[in-house]
């Protein structure tokens, strides 16, 4: 099946500093999502990105579709310790059942304050 | 209130035991999936549902059924459990054409 490749597996940062995770795939994919989860609590959408190439940004958080529609990055800039937690991307093909995500394996945060 | 929620939160059972883990959801939405979550390996589908007669498994459904008792509900059950079950499940929900799934807060699933 499909495979997200998410790295890194997890990052220790101090508070303030910027943040990059990103994803990559094996397959193309027509829509790339960003979640996060809090510790205890279910995964929560952070962004949304439809077409190759789009940048969005929500606050101190921009993600972007990579041009080969392969990959997708997140930046979190000036980090706060709420920032803390998995992220996890997710892509979705139009191939077969449109319906199916494909979740990379998370990305562990940890902000020292 | 809660959009999707999940009963119970913590869960601790035997092996050979039967579990259900239940999910109702009010935002409307037409399907639901249920997935589980282990150190280190993401999110895994289990089965998903689009709509109240349609079931679909996913690419971990041995070991587990699930039943889609209305739009709003849909259970997860563990017909006999064993260890290696022990993970946190979450329920979520999507409105059919969209691409966003909505996750519940989970539930944490011991087996002993």
């Known amino acids: 099946g499909q495979q997200l490749n998410q790295s890194p597996q997890s990052m220790f940062i101090q508070e303030g500093e910027d943040v990059s995770m990103n994803c990559t795939s094996s397959?193309?994919?027509?829509?790339w999502l960003w979640y996060k989860q809090d510790p205890g609590e279910g995964p929560v959408l952070l962004i949304a990105l439809y077409k190759a190439g789009e940048l969005t940004s929500n606050g101190r958080l921009t993600a972007q579709f990579g041009i080969t529609r392969k990959d997708s990055f997140l930046n979190i800039s000036a980090s706060i310790p709420s920032d803390v937690g998995i992220y996890f991307c997710?892509?979705?093909?139009?191939?077969?059942?449109?319906?199916?995500?494909?979740f990379g394996k998370g990305t562990l945060l940890t902000v020292n304050p | 209130d809660a959009d999707v929620t999940q009963t119970p939160r913590n869960r601790i059972t035997k092996t050979g035991k039967r579990i259900m883990l239940e999910c109702s959801q009010t935002?409307?939405?037409?399907?639901m999936y249920w997935y589980r979550q282990d150190p280190g390996l993401g999110l895994r589908l289990i089965y998903y549902s689009f709509d109240v007669k349609d079931i679909n498994k996913g690419e971990i459904s041995d070991g587990y059924s699930v039943s889609r008792q209305a739009q709003a509900k849909f259970s997860l059950s563990l017909e006999s459990a064993i260890p290696n079950q022990t993970a946190l499940y979450f329920c979520?929900?999507?409105?059919?054409?969209?691409?966003?799934?909505?996750f519940g807060p989970g539930t944490r699933l011991t087996v002993l």
């Open positions: 979520a929900t999507q409105l059919g054409g969209t691409d966003t799934q909505y």
């Open positions: 935002k409307g939405h037409d399907r």
């Open positions: 397959s193309i994919f027509n829509t």
């Open positions: 997710a892509g979705r093909n139009s191939g077969g059942s449109n319906y199916k995500l494909t």
